[in-house]
């Protein structure tokens, strides 16, 4: 596995010391810690990690704002929110800061590990039993985009073929595999979808195919 900077955000050290040692047990380098928003955004900028995994609730500037500023400054950056709350309020703000994808911390260890390691790799992660908190919310923006276009975007074969294994849940590495691409051509079909949906990210894309029906596990 790649040796990938992660830096953890949390305002409760016990939490910080056990997933900091699980993630170190797999291979990622832990470059910095925070406990509130005013570390979490100078550590950041002096560490420049590749992930960051956020808590919301931490004192200000609280994770969504941290959030927001950090991706301002550094694009690149994969932020995953780990949170208590799977509150709907709490998932919508995550993701309209810009945050790769949001997992609550009841998840089991092997989850949260698999999680940030999809996160560095691209992928947006997204607590399943979540999507049904925010996929009206979802619907309501996608109908206002579809008021501008009544026909509706028009999907070519490959780009709908990418779309069914997104909503799946599988990683850009592995729909690469199903259909014999490259990894990059995989993140631009995604780009293309995106574009054509007046979508912002991988989780409303997510939630956008299994709106339209296209996450049948059987096909």
């Known amino acids: 596995m790649k040796r990938n900077k ?39 900028r002096a560490t420049r990690p590749q992930v960051v ?20 400054e550094f694009p690149d950056l994969h932020v995953l929110v780990m949170s208590a709350s799977g509150e ?14 949001y997992l609550v911390k009841s998840a089991s260890k092997a989850e949260l590990i698999e999680g940030v390691q999809r996160t560095a790799d691209g ?27 009544e026909e509706g975007p028009i999907l070519t074969t490959r780009e709908i073929e990418v779309l069914r294994r997104v909503a799946k849940g599988l990683a850009y590495r592995e729909i690469a595999e199903e ?9 631009n079909h995604v780009q293309n979808v995106l574009r054509k949906l007046q979508l912002h990210n991988r989780v409303e894309l997510t939630l956008y195919a299994i709106d339209q029906g296209l996450h049948n596990p059987d096909e």
Request: aromatic fraction near 4%; hydrophobic fraction near 45%.
């Open 123 to 149: 992928d947006a992660v997204f607590t399943p039993g979540l999507a049904g908190l925010v996929l009206g919310e979802f619907r309501r923006l996608v109908n206002v985009a579809r008021a501008h276009n």
């Open 179 to 187: 259909l014999f691409v490259s990894h990059r051509t995989v993140q």
């Open 88 to 101: 709907r309020d709490d998932v919508l703000r995550a993701m309209r800061a810009g945050a790769k994808g």
């Open 53 to 72: 995994v956020m808590d919301l609730q931490i004192p200000d500037p609280d994770g969504a704002t941290c959030t927001e500023i950090l991706l301002k």
């Open 6 to 44: 992660v830096m953890l955000v949390d305002d409760h050290p016990m939490w910080i010391d056990s997933l900091s040692e699980d993630l170190t047990e797999v291979g990622f380098e832990i470059v910095a810690v925070a406990k509130n928003g005013t570390e979490c955004l100078a550590r950041a």
